[in-house]
């Protein structure tokens, strides 16, 4: 009985293959029915997936370069602001008790030198009398010579007394720096996207993220970029200029034109995967609400977009020999009978393939079945096949995967 039911499972599969061939006998073709398509030139380009983040081009976080509460903040979140604007104020007590400390300083190095000064010219006067003496021999060469050093010692005294003045009214003047980075100002011309301090807080200078860290983040709105990750495997392919195409997240059905301005050198590690940086130039719409921070999803177009001439890419058939070499043909129409060319590819995307040589612009081409692909032989001839054989191909197909 098993043996019986295999030889009717058979028997059905081989009626289900010939019905199609004695049909179109029956109608006097004896021509393979087949999908033909013209060699034509196509804009083929392949495209590269990618995701990131909508990104200002020009976005500065501002931090605190001194430590102090934050006495008064000018702007809030959403305001424009101008280069050089004030917009923000630290406490600046301890700085203005570090003026005056060092001003105190500066004033009694000034004191000390016209000190020493009267004293070097006392020193002079000294060693002139001295030496008018020693000329008359009134006082002896030793009297001389401690003159002449105490007037040596006096002017390295002044000397020493000045360079002190040098180093207080330095030390001064960086008091008065610390003073002066009291008051945050912005600097680019932009709006305020971020406020995350509050008065009363401590301003730390520092970049990690902890409270008072940061100050605000300022950010050009007038020009967006989307900062992309791609693959290590697919970052050799990808070149500057290159167009790209990128739908936010917050309107998926939007493409943002863009193209390739910058790549990283050096990747970025996460987990087990490397990914490098990819800047894309966009050329957002008027009226579209547009964010930093928003996710977006890329297709970087390889290539440079010109028409080449292309076929259907299920139309390529590769071979390979057994020594695990692979070649690519296509079948041509020629005068009715199949014949098979090989052909040197090009690039290719989801529905076309670039034919780089073997055949030309004109030229028609089997495109499918696959099955019919697989069977051809070498001038065997063929047709293009109608609907209704194309209906009976696929609902027998459907019998043969049920059977």
Do not use: C
């Not at 006495?71 to 570090?98: C, F, H, M, S, W």
């Not at 990128?246 to 970025?268: C, M, N, R, S, Y």
């Not at 073997?358 to 070498?378: N, S, Y």
């Not at 109608?386 to 019998?399: Q, S």
């Amino acid at each position: 009985m098993k043996f019986n039911r295999k030889w009717a499972i058979a028997g059905l599969i081989v009626a289900l293959i010939a019905v199609p061939v004695l049909i179109k006998k029956s109608r006097g073709g004896g021509a393979t029915g087949v999908d033909l398509a013209k060699v034509e030139a196509q804009q083929v380009q392949p495209s590269i997936l990618a995701s990131g983040v909508l990104a200002f081009r020009n976005e500065v976080d501002l931090t605190a370069e001194v430590t102090a509460k934050v006495r008064t903040i000018l702007v809030k979140e959403g305001d424009t602001v101008e280069q050089g604007q004030t917009l923000l104020l630290l406490d600046p007590e301890i700085y203005n008790n570090a003026i005056e400390r060092e001003q105190a300083s500066l004033r009694q190095s000034r004191i000390g030198i016209e000190r020493q000064r009267d004293l070097v010219a006392l020193r002079q006067k000294t060693y002139e009398r001295s030496r008018v003496l020693a000329e008359q021999r009134l006082i002896d060469r030793a009297r001389l010579d401690e003159d002449r050093n105490q007037l040596d010692l006096a002017r390295a005294d002044l000397r020493t007394s000045e360079e002190s003045m040098l180093r207080a009214e330095s030390v001064l003047n960086d008091a008065r720096e610390q003073r002066a980075r009291t008051e945050i100002r912005s600097p680019i011309s932009g709006r305020v996207v971020s406020l995350p301090i509050k008065v009363g807080e401590t301003a730390v200078p520092s970049t990690s993220a902890f409270a008072g860290a940061q100050l605000m983040k300022i950010a050009d709105t007038t020009e967006i970029i989307a900062e992309l990750k791609v693959d290590e495997a697919d970052i050799a392919k990808i070149d500057i200029g290159q167009r790209a195409e990128v739908f936010a997240a917050a309107h998926p059905d939007t493409a943002l034109k863009g193209t390739v301005e910058q790549i990283a050198l050096a990747p970025t590690i996460e987990g087990q995967g490397r990914a490098y940086k990819v800047t894309v130039r966009l050329v957002a719409p008027d009226g579209l609400r547009l964010r930093s921070g928003m996710s977006v999803r890329s297709d970087i177009f390889l290539g440079d977009g010109q028409r080449r001439p292309a076929v259907p890419v299920e139309a390529v058939v590769t071979d390979t020999d057994e020594k695990g070499v692979s070649t690519q043909s296509v079948w041509v129409q020629r005068d009715g009978k199949a014949t098979k060319v090989a052909v040197q590819v090009g690039v290719s995307d989801d529905r076309w393939q670039v034919i780089e040589k073997g055949v030309v612009a004109g030229d028609t081409v089997i495109a499918g079945p696959t099955k019919t692909l697989r069977l051809l032989r070498e001038g065997e001839a063929v047709e293009q096949r109608k609907p209704e054989e194309t209906d009976a191909g696929k609902a027998a197909g459907e019998d043969g995967d049920d059977a």
